[in-house]
């Protein structure tokens, strides 16, 4: 129900993205796994105009776990996400980012490179992303050195 009302309130443009926000925190208000499944199974019903609108009006908070439920994730999709900015009250922007750039790198490490390459350089790129994306590359080629050396320890 709550979905279908986005959805409508999306289609009919009656609400501004920001006016949205909140209802889109509710929808993804956290209540196990379960919600999830549920999530992700109503997201699968939209089509891929609705799902840009809602990652675009959806807090950066939001991102990763919204990302994670979008069926079949798009490069448009992911710039969409990467190109969220932390609230500069944030006292650990890094780790926000992070979190968004791990849901992508979950679907697809070759979607985080081929985001990154269109929003590199893009009038959308926001000030943070260069540093933060070289950033994360290094902590993923970390993780991979890690693994190979200690096959057994959980990264």
Known sequence: MQLRWLESAFRKGTLTSHE???????FMAPDGEGNLERVRGLLHSLSGSAIEKMLGAADVYDIPDLFRCVADPTVSLAV?????????????????VDKVFQAVYDCSEELLGQAAERLTGS?????????????????KEDEKLLSALYPKAIL
């Open 20 to 26: 949205i926000t909140p209802y889109i925190k509710l």
């Open 80 to 96: 969409i996400a990467m190109s969220k900015a932390p609230p500069p009250y944030e006292k650990n922007p890094q780790q926000v």
């Open 123 to 139: 009038a959308d790129m926001p000030p943070h992303f260069q540093e933060a994306y070289e950033r994360f590359k290094e902590i």
